[in-house]
Structures are given as C-alpha cells and as structure tokens.
C-alpha cells in the first residue's frame, strides 16, 4: 500500500490565522460555559489574541513563507494588509463593548465573530490560489452577514443583515463564476500556474473565456470594495448595521477586498493588463464621483460616511490602475491610515448617540464643539484626514496614489481624482460646521466616555497624524511590501 | 459523449435564470433559492471542465462551494427569520426602512 | 452522436403517454360518485386538522439551519474515507482536527440550547 506523499504543509505560512481561530473558538466556549452579565472580559481576551497574533505578523516580517502546496504566501504584502485588518478589529472591539452594553445587545459571540472575519480576511490576503481566496472571502462574508444584522430585536439592524447577505450572496456568484471561467480557460486554480499560462501563450489575451471569467472576477471583487456601480448595498447596510460593526466593515473588507483583488489582477493577469486597466480606469472614475455627489446630498452621517468609503474605494483604485511601485504603496499606507481615521470617527459617532437615539443626523452635532472640546478636537482631526488635508495621513496617501497614477501616465485620472478629492472637503466641512458655528442645541450630558473609547480615540488620533507628519517610516514599510 | 459546450451551455443558462431569478422575485427565501441556483450553476461549470481537463482541482472548489452555500443558506435563514420576527414579512418589498 | 439518446428520448415519450392514457382514460371510463369525505385532502387516512397553510413553528427552520450545517460537513468525511490507508497517520489527525472544530460548534448550540424542544 504505497501512502499519498504529503505536499509541503509549513504551519508558518498561516499562523496568524490559526491563532486567531483558535482564540474565536475558545472564546465561543467560554462564552456558554462561563456565563456572565458582563461580555467586556471577552473583549479584553479577543485583544490579548489580536495583540499576540500582531507581534507573529511583525515576527514574520520579510521572511515569505509558502505552505500547502503553494496555496497560501505570507509575504510582506500579505502581512502588512494582516496589519491593517489587525489594526482595524482592535479599534472596532474597543469601541463595541460601551455601544452594545447601551443598546443592550451585549451578546459575547460579537467577539469570536470578528475575530473569525478577521480571519477571513488574513486568508484572503495571503491566498494565492482561487480556492483560497473564495474560502477567505466567505469566512469574512458569513461573519459580517451576522454583524450586520447583530442586533436581533431592532429592525434597521434586520434589514442591514439581510440585504447584505443577499447582495453579497449574489456576487458570490459572479465571482465564482468567473473563476471557475479562469481555471476552464487555464486548467489550474494556482494564481501563479495562471500566471505562466497566461505568459506562455501569447493568444491568452483574445481568449474569450479568460476575459469574460476576468470581467466576472472584477464585478465580484467590485462589490466587497464597494465600487460604483455595484455599491447600492452599501449606505443601507453601513447605515442599519450597529456603529462600531459599520466602522469594522467600512475598512477591514474594503482592504481585504483591495489586497485579494491587487494579487489576482496584477500576478495572475498582467499581460490583460491593457484590458483590465482600462476596465478600472472607467470604475474608479465612476466610482469617486458617484460617492462624492451622493454625500453631497446626505444628511444622515453614517450613509454620508458611506458614500465617503465609496468615493474612497475610488481614490484607492486609481492607485491600482497606475499599477506601479508607488500606486501599490500608496493603496497599503492609504488602507491603514483609512482604517485610522475612519474607525475614529465611528467611534465619535458612537459615543454622541444615545440609546434608542443615534443622534446621526449632521444637526445633531450643533454646538458639539463648545461642549465637549476635546472629542470635537478628534472628530475634526479625522475629518481633516478624510478629506486629505495636510499634515493628515490621508493627504500622504492620496498624494501618493494620486501621483503614482501621474507617473503611470494616467494624468486625467489624476485630475479627476483631485478634483473629487477637493469636491468631498465640503461635506467633511459641513459636520464641522454644525460642531463650532452653531449654537448647542443639546447638552450632550449622556455622553460618557469608557476608557476603551479613549484608548481607540488616542489610537486612531495618534495613527492618523503620525504617519501625517512623519510618512517615511510607513512609506518605507509599504514600499517593501509591494508585489511587484 | 456530451461536449463540453453543451454542459458550458447549460450551466450559463441555468446560472442567467438564477440572476434573472434575483433581479425579479420578492420572496427573500426564493431569492435565496436563485442565488443557490446560481453556485449550483458554477460547480456544474466546475465539474465539466475539471472532467475536460483530467485535472481534480475544480472538483475539490465544488466540495468547497457546496459547503459555503450550506453556511451561508444556515446564516441567511437565521437572518431571515430575525426579519420576519419583527416585521411579519420577509418580502423584499418591506425591506424598505433604509432608503436615500 | 445524439444517436445514443435515441434510447432515452423513446423511454420518456412512452412513459409520459402511458401516464396521459392513464388519467384520460379512467376520467372516461371511471364511475363518478363524488361526496364530502372523498373530496377531502388526503392526509395519512386521518381526518384533516386546520388549514394547509399553517404556519410552522421557528423551531423547525432552527432544527434545519443546524441540520444543514453538520450535514454538509460529512462530504469532506467521504473522500478521505476512501483514502483512509493512503492518508495514513497524518490524514487522520488532520480529519480529527477537522471533526474538533466541529465539535466546538456541536458543544455550542448544544449549551446554547438550541437542541432543546421546549
């Protein structure tokens, strides 16, 4: 009886993942054996595993791993998108526990859940095979469907899980079809087998399937990022979903999304690259401009920030589409500093709503300003941020993806961007404007601040201006963990 | 012996009548039941290319397909029974709270 | 080619017109003496209870959701099962790690109460 010999397994490659699996189910256990009013000691142990799994991701640095038969690469790209996704679960539990003791849906399986997406997203980030990132992408999918719709009893939040899981299931579809178009078109599920396929027959580029299964990988992948035109889930579901799982889906996802998309088009597809930039190039447009004019128009801030992750899920993409050094560096520095800025100001959101009473309508933050100085201060900061101001980490990024598309020669995508850029500085304003030059209309003495809320506020301020004012480290960091 | 077009043929015809399914129906659970006709339609892709090609590869993402459909019709119907426990309804019509 | 269907194409064109010569004919030749009892719903030969559209209870779609859940597990069981001997040591401890986190999830719900009637 001859033994099937085992393909090269290396546990190395897949560490983070493990542990933080291995954390989420201890945690589910604990949760049904230990009970207890209190959730928040489940919180503080999801973090002791996102900080452990942290310090494996930065152990792990420059040093590639491949494992289980090239399925899985944990390289530097992998690992500093591992970063971000950390970065964001973190900032996300310490802003959930005050947020759902108040809407008294304090359920401990709210930790293992993120947890488990985080997961999903690591896999997809360092997945370089199809049936990897399909694993990945529905690990995070059917944890965020649950998140979405977290709390049972209030309707909206219904309505978020719902539509979510089925839009999300239906570009499931797409996408496996289109994948499953790319392995009948190349006979191998292997990113880099696609890759020497697609290089070694030079009339790859007109073959149908190979570009109908890329367009159809494309409208998959569109959709977790959230681009124009198949972003119509995204301000009901950020809207409905409880506010520190909105701030979670706003950011882990959309990097996920961005890392599994950027290693698929830009390793398994470049010579297409003619065809799929262009394709992205139509996209990104579409996709800025559609965000901003939308936020424009919004008058509830948790879909204005919406439209706003739409617009900058463009902003993102004209650095995919200039598909150079600079561009992939400054979609990595841009994805952190947007998990920065983005979960702060989720947090501010947070902490102004009340039960029952989400205080999410810009007037509500009339006068803001006077009352409570400080919070206003960061609130300010992360708009700043988002609508790329200097010395913020989010005019580096912008500048960055803005002028690797300029060196990519996409100069009219360059304008257009910046154009939008300076387009979206209205609406960031316009919720400044109701905190310092209107009169208070509220007290705002429910607000309470946890230390955990502190603590994710110092975090996120500290994470936006840092890299704003001193880029070079990051930068250099991003730089290193570019695929090309 | 059927040619791979005609197994091609059939599962790009049955996965455009789960799109269609989806864009028209109002029923949440049947909309589901498209989105499953939909996955249902790419592993037959899956399958007839994996036996076309002599290569296992599409076979193992059809086991891994089938089980995520399963997780995902699990956590789908736990949504949908959420809905309709504070709404009485699960037409996709009703789910009309968050709107622009 | 198509010719191998020929076979096929017979059998179901056969099998449909028996069908069809069986529900015309006997609504011709059957006697018809219809009465309350017999224009019931058949039901198991018990007597009909309520209407066919009740609604059922939640927890069915529970029992369902779990039952899809750990059912769908079995298909990666059958592969490996078959390779059992080839796998050997390795493939085993694999599957039991496999059936592990299952586990945790059975010893979830199970505390969780989800298996419970009442």
Request: no cysteine; charged share 40%.
């Given at each position: 009886m001859e033994t099937i010999a085992m393909p090269a397994i290396n546990f190395a490659a897949i560490m983070p993942e493990t542990i933080l699996s291995v954390i989420a189910m201890a945690l589910l256990l604990i949760n049904v054996f230990v009970?207890?009013?209190?959730?928040a000691y489940l919180g503080y142990l999801s973090l002791i595993g996102i900080v452990v799994t942290f310090f494996t991701v930065i152990g792990g640095w420059g040093t590639p791993q491949e494992g289980f038969n090239g399925s899985v690469m944990q390289d530097n790209f992998a690992l500093f998108f591992k970063g971000i996704f950390l970065v964001s679960a973190a900032l996300s539990i310490l802003i959930s526990d005050q947020y759902m003791k108040r809407e008294e849906c304090n359920h401990g399986e709210l930790y293992p859940l993120i947890l488990l997406a985080t997961c999903g997203m690591m896999l997809m980030a360092s997945g370089t095979d199809l049936m990897t990132i399909f694993l990945g992408l529905e690990l995070l999918s059917v944890s965020l469907y649950v998140l979405a719709g977290?709390?049972?009893?209030?309707l909206k939040s219904n309505e978020a899980g719902l539509k979510y899981f089925l839009l999300g299931a239906f570009s499931t579809g797409f996408l496996l079809y289109g994948m499953a178009l790319i392995y009948g078109a190349t006979g191998t599920t292997r990113i880099a087998a696609i890759a020497s396929y697609v290089a070694q027959n030079s009339l790859a580029g007109s073959n149908l399937m190979l570009l109908i299964g890329m367009v159809l990988m494309a409208v998959g992948f569109s959709f977790k990022i959230a681009a124009a035109p198949f972003h119509m889930w995204t301000p009901d579901v950020y809207e409905g979903a409880p506010t520190p799982m909105t701030a979670f889906m706003s950011v882990g996802p959309k990097a996920a999304g961005f890392a599994a998309f950027v290693r698929v088009f830009v390793i398994a597809l470049p010579t297409l690259r003619a065809d799929w930039a262009d394709l992205l190039w139509v996209l990104a447009v579409l996709t800025m401009t559609v965000g901003n004019i939308t936020a424009l128009y919004q008058k509830n801030i948790k879909r204005m920030l919406a439209y706003s992750s739409i617009a900058h899920a463009g902003y993102v993409l004209v650095g995919f589409v200039a598909g150079n050094a600079v561009g992939t560096a400054g979609i990595m520095f841009y994805m952190l500093s947007y998990a920065f800025m983005n979960i702060g100001a989720f947090a501010i959101i947070v902490l102004v709503g009340k039960k029952g009473e989400p205080n999410n309508n810009v007037e509500d933050y009339a006068g803001f300003g006077f009352k409570h100085p400080l919070l206003a201060v960061c609130m300010s900061i992360f708009l700043f941020s988002l609508a790329g101001i200097?010395?913020?980490?989010g005019f580096i990024g912008k500048f960055y993806l803005f002028s690797g598309a300029i060196q990519a020669g996409y100069i009219w995508l360059a304008i257009i961007g910046v154009l939008n850029s300076a387009a979206s500085v209205y609406y960031y304003l316009r919720v400044m404007v109701f905190m310092y030059m209107k009169d208070p209309v509220?007290?705002?003495?429910w607000l309470k601040v946890s230390p955990a809320i502190a603590l994710c506020l110092i975090i996120a301020v500290a994470g936006v201006l840092i890299p704003g004012i001193v880029p070079g480290y990051l930068l250099e960091l991003a730089q290193k963990a570019v695929l090309l | 012996m059927v040619s791979l077009h005609s197994y091609l043929i059939l599962s790009a015809i049955l996965f455009s009548i789960g799109t269609i399914g989806v864009l028209t129906r109002r029923n949440a659970i049947v909309i589901f039941m498209c989105v499953e006709l939909m996955l249902n339609a790419v592993n037959l892709t899956f399958v007839a290319f994996s036996r076309y090609l002599g290569n296992v590869d599409g076979q193992i993402f059809v086991f891994f397909v089938m089980t995520v459909a399963a997780c995902e019709a699990a956590v789908g119907l736990a949504l949908m029974i959420a809905f309709f426990k504070n709404k009485e309804s699960i037409d996709v019509e009703d789910v009309n709270l968050l709107k622009w | 080619m198509l010719g191998a269907y020929l076979p096929i194409l017979l059998l179901v064109v056969i099998s449909i017109c028996f069908g069809l010569g069986a529900l015309v004919l006997s609504s011709f030749v059957g006697p018809k003496k219809p009465s309350k009892v017999k224009l019931q719903p058949y039901e198991c030969g018990c007597e009909p209870v309520g209407s066919a559209r009740e609604r059922f209870s939640i927890k069915f779609y529970l029992i369902a959701m779990l039952f899809i859940l750990f059912d769908i597990e079995a298909v990666f069981l059958y592969p490996w099962s078959i390779l059992f001997k080839k796998l050997g040591m390795f493939g085993l401890a694999e599957m039991g790690v496999f059936i592990a986190i299952l586990l945790v999830g059975y010893i979830y719900i199970w505390k969780k109460g989800a298996l419970e009637w009442e």
């Open positions: 009970p207890s009013e209190q959730k977290f709390q049972r009893d209030s200097p010395p913020a980490a509220e007290e705002f003495d | - | -």
